[in-house]
């Protein structure tokens, strides 16, 4: 019979009800999740950080999520039919963050849920950055250490095994994988009590209370480091979403001749992938980026071939004839390396420019009433002026010294006459700060449809200036960017011994964004100029929109752990480092930098010019 098309879609229609039907219920009876009692990360995410430090977790290590892996632990029947419990997310640490699952919903109380999350926090906070033990017996030692050293988590490690072994199942296991989930089963419930985990054809099921046995590693490449050009910013995006297997592979030959295809392979992704990153076009990157979130694990080749029809241009430096003018570029800076806990010595140059031919400006007509505003109140910070007295010069006689020259000689005292005048000064605070502005490219993003980071950047500096030159307050305002270690760009907008007027406006209107933050050395160039002033108190203001990063390895922890290394160089120095912030990731991170009272992030950008200032006053007003 003949069948119309309105009786083929409603059959289509059918089919895929009853698909979704099916893949619903299979799915719910196959897994041993609780979606509605689940707690995600990101609820508890700042609370973990203060929790994982607070417990003597490494501070230098950023919370974030961990992928799902694969494993081979025995299945159930439903779970094979609906293609399930293939992968797990476990907890693990690497060199750069501790790594938790995005959500936990394996218990149906939420409380368990949150308590696993503190759990494995505790857990790695006990980890060191290296250990020979195997994945059993190390994560007993690791039990072990948090239990002891904080008896109060006892109980609700004990609820959490608890709960866990109830969810446990050996029905007609194999011999050596009961013995294996007995061994496991033990472990948990005496953590220490077993010394080695029984062999067995499978893995054992996985175990949420420990941390990952085989965490995913990221493949290192042999040779040079990757192209500057192959780091684009979909790449970069790539790496924060998801964190793949990853193997090296060899590159396949692109001038071979005959290729065999099986056709079912026409329309499915193989786990290896031959992307040609230094290559591909806008469209062919994103595509690429689309495959690589969908595999398990990425194979990472390096092919050199230069293009044969594309023509590739590189975001470079200015030309001599559109740069800044070149003050000096012979100073070399040394760089912290973290993995060999040693400073590498002249590892950076430095160069200074000043804008060139930088028109004289007035202050924006915007800022003006605000401007006005602030410069009234920083003068009432400026010391009063004082009557210098019995002075050999002066602007007026000073009556009570002259007073006593002419008793003197009138007793017949042979007295000379000097001394006799005084002199009124402005007072002066013992006191030199120093403005550090981060100039890197993300400073080219708008923060809203009128303004970008740069906008708001220039008008803080405009106000901060006013307010600053109000006090008579010695301070000098400086921007840097960087691309790699040579060179590391400071743009000198008002130097110490210059003072503030038209000419330094026209400075900061002239700035732009630039290339990357290699914080470390801007903050190292900024304690030598403080170094030359000779303030009893001395102020480092570090003015930034986002992490340490450049293009070589100071992305990631690298690059954390060189800018923690200059600012405790500088705390060490006696001067006072102080870091302003938009980054609304800025509490992850900063507290390990400058500790929990030396920083302070503005959540709302376009509230910057008008802080900065005041936060000033009150950095200053405090003592010392």
């Known amino acids: 019979m003949t069948k119309t ?7 289509v229609e059918m089919e895929e009800h009853v698909g979704n039907w099916w893949h619903t219920f299979i799915t719910k009876h196959s897994e041993q999740h609780f979606p509605e009692a689940g707690v995600c990360l990101s609820e508890i995410q700042h609370l973990l950080g203060i929790w994982f430090r607070a417990l003597g977790g490494d501070g230098g290590l950023e919370i974030t999520g961990a ?57 790695a ?9 195997a994945w059993f017996a190390h994560n007993q030692k690791l039990t072990l250490a948090a239990l002891q050293q904080y008896p109060g988590l006892g109980e609700k490690y004990l609820q959490l095994v608890e709960a866990h072994l109830e969810q446990r199942t050996t029905r007609r296991w194999p011999a050596d994988e009961i013995a294996q989930e007995q061994a496991i089963r033990r472990a948990l419930v005496e953590p220490g009590s077993m010394d080695r985990l029984p062999p067995a054809r499978r893995m054992p099921l996985p175990v949420p209370l420990w941390l990952h046995p085989n965490p995913p590693q990221t493949a290192s490449m042999p040779g040079s480091e990757l192209p500057e050009n192959s780091r684009t910013n979909n790449a970069r995006e790539l790496e924060e979403v998801q964190r793949k297997q990853t193997e090296q592979a060899q590159a396949e030959d692109e001038e071979r001749g005959l290729i065999t295809v099986r056709m079912e392979n026409i329309f499915s992704w193989a786990e290896h992938v031959n992307v040609d990153r230094s290559t591909e076009d806008e469209e062919n990157e994103e595509r690429a980026d689309e495959v690589a979130r969908d595999l398990d694990k990425v194979s990472i080749s390096r092919n050199g071939k230069a293009p ?16 800044d003018e070149i003050i000096s570029d012979d100073m070399m800076l040394p760089e912290w390396d973290w993995k060999k806990r040693q400073l590498i010595p002249d590892h950076c140059r430095i160069i200074e420019l000043v804008a060139k031919d930088a028109p004289a400006l007035p202050l924006p007509d915007r800022l003006h009433k605000t401007a006005s505003k602030l410069r009234s109140q920083f003068q009432a ?10 002075r050999p010069d002066g602007d007026e006689v000073d009556l009570d010294a002259y007073l006593r020259y002419r008793t003197d000689r009138a007793s017949g005292c042979s007295v000379a006459a000097d001394n006799l005048y005084r002199q009124m000064d402005a007072g002066a605070r013992d006191l030199a700060c120093l403005l550090l502005a981060d100039l890197s490219l993300s400073t080219d993003t708008w923060v809203n449809n009128h303004a970008r980071v740069l906008d708001v950047i220039q008008d803080s500096l405009y106000l901060f200036a006013e307010s600053l030159a109000a006090t008579g307050d010695a301070f000098g305002i400086y921007g840097f960017t960087s691309r790699k270690r040579d060179p590391i760009r400071i743009h000198a907008i008002k130097a110490f011994n210059e003072s503030y007027n038209s000419h330094i406006r026209g400075r900061i209107e002239a700035l732009k964004p630039g290339y990357y933050t290699r914080l470390g ?14 303030a009893g108190r001395r102020l480092l203001l570090i003015l930034t929109d ?11 922890r690298y690059g954390i752990e060189d800018t923690r290394h200059a600012i405790q160089t500088v705390r060490n120095l006696g001067f006072h480092p102080f870091c302003v912030t938009i980054d609304k990731q800025g509490n992850d991170y900063l507290p390990h930098l400058f500790g929990n009272s030396g920083y302070v992030v503005i959540h709302n950008p376009t509230e910057l010019p008008g802080q900065l200032p005041l936060l000033y006053a009150r950095l200053t007003a405090q003592k010392h």
């Open 521 to 534: 050395a801007g903050i190292r160039y900024s304690a030598e100029v403080l170094k030359q002033q000779g």
């Open 546 to 556: 986002g992490k340490p990063n450049d293009l070589d390895q100071y992305e990631g």
């Open 67 to 123: 992928d799902a892996t694969l494993i081979s632990s025995r299945r159930t029947i439903l779970q094979r039919v609906a293609g399930t419990n293939n992968k797990t997310e476990l907890a693990w640490r690497d060199e750069n963050a501790l790594r938790l699952p995005p959500q936990i919903d394996c218990f149906p109380d939420s409380k368990l849920n949150r308590d696993l999350y503190l759990w494995l926090g505790a857990l």
């Open 381 to 390: 910070l400026a010391p009063a002026r004082v009557w210098h007295r019995s």
């Open 308 to 323: 044969k029809t594309k023509i590739k241009f590189d975001l470079d430096l200015p030309s001599e004839s559109e740069d």
């Open 125 to 133: 906070a006990m980890e060191a950055d290296t250990h020979e033990e």
């Open 5 to 11: 098309v309105s009786e083929l879609l409603e059959l």
